[in-house]
């Protein structure tokens, strides 16, 4: 059976692309879940990654799970993370790679360089994909996921305290079509948590504020996070501003 890699990160792109490797019959080797040492990596999501862990756990995956720190410089760290699946591969063996690059070409070449050192393929499954059909597929496909950071105009913060659904991606692709950002925050936008998705066993349950770090920047703040068999998200989901929106609503 072909044995996979995964990157993982919290966000949607990777448990999509993880799930997706699952449905597809691939036989999990291991999962790497990167923490950059600074905020501005150029290849890594930063935002919480640690529950990552979290999630793996609620897949049921935990024995195939394994942090990597890298230092979040630019070029450095795709090194680092290099090193960190030559090791897997030694160690463990795979035939695939997966990501979930979606349109970032920095990241994608990087890896299929990566890949090729290794004698692996790599598994792209949302790879130049419509961006605005992603995002209704992730919630067909029953990916329930909160926006943890915000970064560009257009963004309301208010969509950082409810579970993306449908009314929410017509929302969200709406005000990118206005104010010209990517509707998948694939140019680091914004960044996301899932909270629970078609291979999790449980519910990943989150208790935090948003706090404003910008004009237009807000983080969500986790001071709990934890496991629940709570069917739904919102049974266990308790986020709140800890700021004055001071312009307008969009």
């Known amino acids: 059976m072909t044995k996979f890699c995964s990157l993982l990160s919290g966000g949607k792109d990777s448990n999509y692309a993880l799930y997706r490797a699952l449905m597809e019959g ?39 799970a394994e942090r990597v720190t890298v230092s979040g410089v630019k070029e450095r ?30 990241q994608y070449e990087r890896i299929s360089r990566i890949a090729d050192e290794l004698g692996v393929d790599v598994y792209a499954p949302a790879w130049m994909i419509n961006q605005e059909d992603y995002m209704r597929l992730l919630v067909k496909e029953g990916f329930q996921f909160i926006i943890t950071k915000i970064s560009t105009l257009g963004l309301p913060p208010r969509l950082m305290t409810t579970v993306i659904d449908y009314e929410r991606v017509e929302e969200i692709i709406r005000l990118a079509r206005k104010y010209g950002f990517n509707p998948s925050f694939e140019g680091g936008e914004a960044e996301t948590l899932v909270l629970k998705a078609p291979h999790y066993k449980k519910t990943l349950c989150v208790e935090g504020s948003i706090k404003q770090v910008g004009p237009y920047e807000y983080e969500l703040d986790v001071v709990k996070a934890w496991l629940s068999d709570a069917g739904e998200p919102r049974n266990c989901l308790s986020i709140y501003e800890s ?3 001071r312009h307008s609503v969009l």
């Open 77 to 106: 760290e795709v090194e680092e993370i290099a090193e960190a699946l030559r090791r897997a591969k030694r160690r463990i063996g795979f035939d695939v790679i997966v990501v979930g690059a979606v349109a970032s070409r920095y």
């Open 26 to 64: 691939l036989e999990p080797a291991c999962i790497l879940v990167a923490k950059p040492l600074r905020s501005d990596s150029w290849m890594f999501h930063v935002p919480n990654v640690d529950l990552a862990l979290l999630q793996v756990q609620a897949m049921g995956l935990e024995e195939y």
């Open 243 to 245: 700021f004055t929106v």
